[in-house]
């Protein structure tokens, strides 16, 4: 059987008070759906892992699903495959300005058809900030923090949770997990 490796992005999870699941237990979740080579990444709710590429397309739903059933936790869930993620790295056009990798934001988008929504933004001035699309992602260069981007502001806006955000560090090094054999 055929396996594929995905990159899980849990939606709001350890950013404030609510919302709390300890990595070890989300480990365990995964694995209890038959997920294997399991790894998470800080405290986040980021995870790589491996699944049966028949399942693959629904992985998504299914951790939304048993997160609620076994830590009473509902999460929106993106999951990319690997190789996705790696063409999520590949086409940052923002590279050149931005200075601060945490500053530096990749807006993962849950269903790809939501990037229409976001196209006129594209073509919005945000200076000194800076918005582009990728095929499965927008990039937005925060100059002076996620919490004061108007750009982050306006996509927020228009997707509402249908996007979970990662800052540059956090992705590459998800990419750097997700490409380990």
């Given at each position: 059987?055929?396996?594929?490796?995905?990159?899980?992005?849990?939606?709001?999870?350890?950013?404030?008070?609510?919302?709390?699941?300890?990595?070890?237990?989300?480990?365990?979740?995964?694995?209890?759906?038959?997920?294997?080579g399991?790894?998470?990444?800080?405290?986040?709710?980021?995870?790589?892992?491996?699944?049966?590429?028949?399942d693959?397309?629904?992985?998504a739903?299914?951790?939304?699903?048993?997160?609620?059933?076994?830590?009473?936790?509902?999460?929106?869930?993106?999951?990319?495959?690997?190789?996705?993620?790696?063409?999520?790295?590949?086409?940052?056009?923002?590279?050149?300005?931005?200075?601060?990798?945490?500053?530096?934001?990749?807006?993962?988008?849950?269903?790809?058809?939501?990037?229409?929504k976001?196209?006129?933004?594209?073509?919005?001035?945000?200076?000194?900030?800076?918005?582009?699309?990728?095929?499965?992602?927008?990039?937005?260069?925060?100059?002076?923090?996620?919490?004061?981007?108007?750009?982050?502001?306006?996509?927020?806006?228009?997707?509402g949770?249908?996007?979970?955000?990662?800052?540059?560090?956090?992705?590459?090094?998800?990419?750097?997990?997700?490409?380990?054999?």
């Amino acid at each position: 059987m055929s396996t594929q490796r995905q990159v899980a992005l849990l939606r709001g999870v350890n950013v404030g008070r609510a919302k709390r699941i300890a990595m070890a237990d989300l480990r365990t979740v995964l694995g209890d759906l038959g997920f294997t080579g399991v790894r998470t990444l800080l405290n986040s709710g980021n995870a790589v892992f491996d699944c049966p590429a028949a399942d693959a397309a629904k992985s998504a739903a299914r951790i939304e699903e048993t997160l609620v059933l076994k830590l009473g936790v509902p999460a929106r869930v993106t999951v990319l495959d690997a190789q996705q993620l790696a063409d999520i790295v590949a086409a940052n056009p923002l590279l050149d300005r931005a200075r601060d990798p945490s500053r530096l934001m990749v807006a993962v988008l849950s269903n790809p058809a939501d990037r229409g929504k976001l196209e006129a933004l594209a073509h919005q001035q945000w200076q000194p900030e800076a918005f582009a699309l990728g095929q499965w992602a927008a990039y937005i260069w925060c100059v002076d923090g996620v919490l004061a981007s108007r750009a982050a502001a306006a996509m927020g806006n228009l997707l509402g949770d249908a996007v979970t955000t990662r800052n540059w560090s956090t992705i590459t090094k998800l990419h750097s997990l997700a490409m380990e054999t």
